[in-house]
């Protein structure tokens, strides 16, 4: 059995042990703590020199002579792109008044045709029905002219009143006019009244290229059987439309009547000239876009649906800067000119050329001011950069 003593020294000792386990848990978790909401080291910076910086020897720094930028006023040029369009005044439908079975078709899609060009025939029931309208109201017309004749002669020798002679003459009148009527139907449907038949001719109405076809062989015809009585549309191409997407803020650049040259991607070498004919009065709400129409005299060779680009000179003079041709660098489908940047340096600057000036001279549109220097040779000065 353990003294009193005994066990008073083994109570210390454990005592001991367990405040020395606390102190060591509890100093561990201040290390982890302090390690792991330390902050981060910091980021190293890595100096990257500007591509754009060309640093020439003093010793060649003359070689590379400077130029100020002029100033010029020039109309600004406005380019939009399109497609070629049917001028829709000038397209015409084959209409086929008659209903029936399209027994014969002279003519097909995209097929070029001359006014009164047998397109396609008809045969129609309608024919037979008008026809028989015609021959009644003939008959009828005959009769009633001659009631009529007999009953001028009565009155003549006073057999009959003035009122039967005024009778006979509204019956006559009454047949002229249903006969008329007769002869009227029967030339809408297209048919001769002296050479009845139940076949239908459909002629070409102007010259141009059919555009849309929407009948076919032992198809019905009429918008009584087929639902439309166009058969064909045809379109005269001798003038057509470019229509282009003009942005909202270059619309006021624009003005009915205003010269457009255009410039078909098939036919590069073979530019044309149009007028603007309308401005459409509806943005995209989308692309906020109008739709600009342009009247074109088609030479031949022009297709609908091609692609076109049309450039406009705007009203509106705008200042720029001018410098010469050989200041431009064309690098990567970007313009560039180098300007002085102090102590033999030239920085490689972005900005948008516009056209070509006489006396080997460039349009400046944005990135440069009038007044500022550049090198005149800009392929002389970029050479001698990546050397």
């Known amino acids: 059995m353990m003294s009193n003593d005994s066990f ?30 330390g902050a981060p080291p910091p980021a190293k910076v ?10 020439i020897d003093s010793n060649d720094a003359d070689k590379f002579t400077l130029a100020s930028a002029e100033k010029i006023e020039l109309a600004d040029e406005l380019i939009a792109t399109g497609a070629v369009l049917p001028d829709v005044s000038r397209e015409i439908p084959v209409i086929s008044m008659a209903n029936g079975r399209v027994v014969d078709i002279r003519a097909r899609l995209d097929d070029n045709v001359k006014k009164g060009q047998l397109l396609l025939k008809v045969q129609s029931p309608d ?18 002219n001659k009631a009529y004749v007999r009953t001028q002669d009565l009155y003549q020798h006073g057999a009959v ?9 509204d019956s006559e009148k009454d047949a002229k006019a249903d006969l008329t009527a007769a002869e009227e139907q029967l030339k809408t449907l297209g048919v001769d009244k002296n050479h009845p038949s139940s076949i239908v001719n459909i002629y070409a109405p102007i010259s141009g290229v059919i555009v849309a076809q929407n009948v076919t062989d032992a198809a019905a015809a009429g918008v009584g059987l087929s639902g439309s009585a166009t058969a064909f549309t045809i379109a005269d191409l ?28 098939a036919y590069p070498d073979r530019p044309l000239t149009g007028r603007i004919s309308d401005i459409g009065p509806i943005l995209d709400p989308s692309l906020r876009t109008a739709k600009v129409r342009i009247e ?7 297709k609908l649906g091609m692609f076109a680009k049309a450039t406009f ?8 800067a001018v410098v ?9 489908d970007r313009d560039w000119v180098f300007v002085p940047a102090g102590d033999n340096h030239f920085k490689r600057t972005e900005v948008r050329a516009g056209q070509m000036l006489s006396g080997s001279r460039q349009e400046i549109l944005s990135g440069l001011e009038p007044g500022q220097q550049v090198v005149t040779n800009a392929l002389l000065l970029e050479t001698a950069g990546n050397q």
Not at 296 to 302: E, M
Not at 313 to 320: A, G, N, P
């Open 8 to 37: 008073m020294r083994y109570r210390t000792t454990l005592l001991v042990f367990a405040v020395a386990a606390s102190l060591t848990l509890v100093f561990s978790g201040c290390r982890s703590k302090s390690e792991g909401d």
């Open 46 to 55: 890595i100096q990257v020199p500007d591509m754009n910086l060309i640093t």
């Open 127 to 144: 024919i037979t029905n008008a026809f028989d309208t015609y021959l009644r109201a003939a008959n009828d017309e005959q009769l009633a």
């Open 161 to 169: 009143s003035q009122a039967m002679l005024e009778q006979a003459e």
């Open 238 to 265: 001798s003038r057509v439309w470019v229509v282009c997407d003009v942005y909202e803020n270059d619309i006021p650049k624009l003005q009915l009547g205003q010269e457009a040259k255009i410039a078909i991607n």
């Open 296 to 302: 074109v005299a088609n030479p031949g060779f022009l």
């Open 313 to 320: 000179t705007s009203r509106m003079k705008e200042t720029h």
């Open 324 to 332: 010469p041709a050989n200041a431009v660098l064309h690098l990567h």
